[in-house]
């Protein structure tokens, strides 16, 4: 009975012991990690503000290439990720995105295995003068008195090189997909720039390659007049939209067009997209040679797949009735890069 006394005792003051240390054991933890990405703000966001842009760079996800995982309503508030993986550190769980703004993004965490847990993550990304600075925010709690726990388990040394793997990740994918610096192709300098809101106005049809020039004439012709009389402000240059290249009936669909600050014009097309990125060339010479820059953008587009884009747009800087020497007509080629 003296035994069991002594036992009972000894736990008693094990637990007790237990208990007082979980007084002083701390009850969080918190930890972040930091990466300056020389890139542009678009393609930054694109790869935080999602489930599919996380995964590129996730340390977790590319652990075990045996997981399998799901992605409801990606890039939005509620949206689910679930994974399980084989190996141990990965284990099980969920995440839901709880906040989304343009510059910021926060989920909840919900870990099955290999242990239960629940905790919050937040990415924040802001311009710095060397390009966009990404924080990546780690907070749990733990109940007393469990977070005795946290006395014995250091949470930057567990977390913190997957934490840096992954910021140093993000910084190589981004900056893959968008180099700061320009390249030069087929001896003509490409870059990746901002591009402010467009709209345009303008005249939209399938043209065979050799009518373009008669149709850029004649719509030019009645787009001019049509924004003059509609009082519309022009904020560019003439350009040409190109939304299709069909080199087997050698046609492309076309639209001959007039940027302006706002407004719509009765009987022609319209097209605009949001603020963004695009890569660029500034072309110097006559329109007949006018293939080089898009096929300067293309190789560079072959060596950055991380870049998607969809339409291509000439701006014709230089006016030919005023300038009549074709080695300084300026074409501006763009090519706006998709999320």
């Known amino acids: 009975m003296k035994i069991l006394r002594n036992i009972g005792i000894g736990i008693a003051v094990l637990v007790l012991a237990i208990l007082g240390a979980a007084l002083i054991a701390p ?5 972040s990690r930091s990466v300056v ?22 340390p977790w996800h590319h652990r075990d ?18 994974w399980s993986g084989e190996d141990s550190l990965v284990g099980e769980g969920s995440q839901t995105i709880t906040e989304i703004d343009e510059n910021s993004v926060n989920t909840h965490l919900h870990f099955v295995r290999p242990f239960e847990s629940e905790a919050d993550a937040k990415a924040i990304m802001e311009k710095v003068d060397d390009g966009v600075k990404v924080t990546w925010h780690y907070h749990d709690e733990t109940p007393y ?29 981004s900056e893959d997909a968008a180099p700061a610096e320009p390249a030069v192709y087929r001896g003509l300098e490409v870059r990746v720039e901002e591009m402010p809101d467009m709209l345009y106005v303008g005249i939209k049809d399938t043209v065979s390659w050799d009518e373009m020039g008669e149709f850029f004439d004649k719509a ?6 049509a ?11 003439p350009s040409g939209i190109y939304f299709d290249w069909d080199t087997v009936n050698q046609s492309t669909v076309l639209m001959a067009a007039i940027p302006v600050k706002e407004g719509q014009l009765d009987g022609f097309a319209s097209f605009g ?3 963004g990125s695009a890569v ?4 110097y010479g006559s329109y007949e040679d006018g293939e080089k820059p898009h096929k300067a953008i293309e190789d560079f587009l072959k060596d950055h797949p991380g870049l998607s884009t969809s339409i291509a747009i000439e701006e014709y800087v230089t006016d030919p009735a005023t300038e009549s020497d074709s080695s300084k007509w300026l074409t501006r080629v763009m090519y706006p890069i998709s999320e």
């Open 145 to 173: 008195p469990l977070n005795i726990f946290n006395l014995f388990f250091d949470m930057e040394k567990m977390l913190g090189p997957d934490f840096e793997e992954g910021m140093m990740k993000l910084k190589e994918i």
């Open 280 to 283: 660029v060339v500034d072309y």
């Open 37 to 58: 990405i020389n890139a542009s703000a678009k393609v930054v966001r694109a790869n935080i503000m999602s489930f599919e842009g996380m995964l590129r760079w996730s």
């Open 65 to 82: 290439p045996n997981q399998t995982y799901s992605i409801e309503n990606d890039g939005q508030v509620g949206a689910l990720y679930t």
């Open 227 to 237: 924004v003059q009389e509609a009082g519309l402000e022009m904020t560019g240059m």
């Open 273 to 275: 997209f949001n603020p």
């Open 220 to 225: 030019y012709g009645s787009i001019y007049p």
């Open 27 to 31: 009850s969080e933890n918190n930890m």
